[in-house]
Nanobody, 113 residues
């Protein structure tokens, strides 16, 4: 399995970013997919989840601002992040609980105040 996250960067508070995660080595359309994030000196936390049926769930801290989606043809997971805040700054990882031990390289999001 390989999960390659991209799309991070530096943005001002109130701005938007869209992350993408290209998957390979798995039957993507059958897998639940997740976005996690980890800020410095903090534990990794689940941000959003989307099932194979495209049911979604969000952490309270991002609900209403972030949208998780998937494109099964392109085998790609997305995270649209709007109204970003400084406390959203973190390395963002995509993950599947079906291969729970695998963590690919994340993408860094920095939100300036």
């Amino acid at each position: 399995v390989q999960l390659q996250a991209s799309g991070g960067g530096l943005v001002q508070a109130g701005g938007s970013l869209k992350l993408a995660c290209k998957a390979s080595g798995i039957n993507f359309r059958l897998y639940t997919m997740e976005w996690y994030r980890q800020a410095p000196d903090k534990e990794r936390e689940l941000v959003a989840q989307i099932t194979s049926n495209s049911n979604t769930d969000y952490a309270d801290s991002v609900s209403g601002r972030f949208t998780i989606s998937r494109d099964n043809v392109r085998r790609t997971l997305y995270l649209q992040m709007n109204n970003l805040r400084p406390d959203d700054s973190a390395v963002y990882y995509c993950h599947t609980p079906d291969v729970s031990t695998y963590w690919g390289r994340g993408t860094l999001v920095t939100v300036s105040s």
